[in-house]
């Protein structure tokens, strides 16, 4: 399965719960989630709650990356495939390709018939 399939299948699946679903949501938030949500904070000029739950930590690190204009790290992985597919796909194929010239002072070391040693 490629990247793109396993990403398209994820957009459909459970693999991206609502925070308020999660088993452990209510728990204090990560170290992680601690230092980049007080990065974000910071950046937007928000005030900082060190006081969130796992799940209010991750619903509010979604908002302030849309209002900072930063991306998921998903996001930023998909947005580099797609922009390797397209550059792939401007670039001609191995058969449209002309092939290296030779520079002028390059042997040739095929040799004509009958001039063989």
Do not use: C
Request: charged letters at 25%; glycine letters at 6%.
């Amino acid at each position: 399965m490629t990247d793109k399939q396993l990403q398209d299948q994820a957009e459909t699946s459970n693999m991206k719960k609502d925070p308020a679903d999660w088993v452990t949501g209510d728990e204090p938030m990560t170290g992680a989630q601690k230092s980049y949500l007080k990065t974000l904070s910071e950046e937007a000029h928000e005030p900082f709650d060190e006081a969130l739950s796992k799940g209010a930590a991750s619903s509010r690190i979604e908002e302030l990356q849309a209002s900072t204009g930063r991306k998921p790290p998903q996001q930023v992985a998909q947005q580099s495939a797609e922009q390797s597919a397209q550059q792939s796909a401007q670039q001609p194929a191995a058969e449209e390709r002309q092939p290296p010239s030779r520079s002028a002072g390059a042997k040739s070391t095929s040799t004509a018939k009958g001039n063989r040693a």
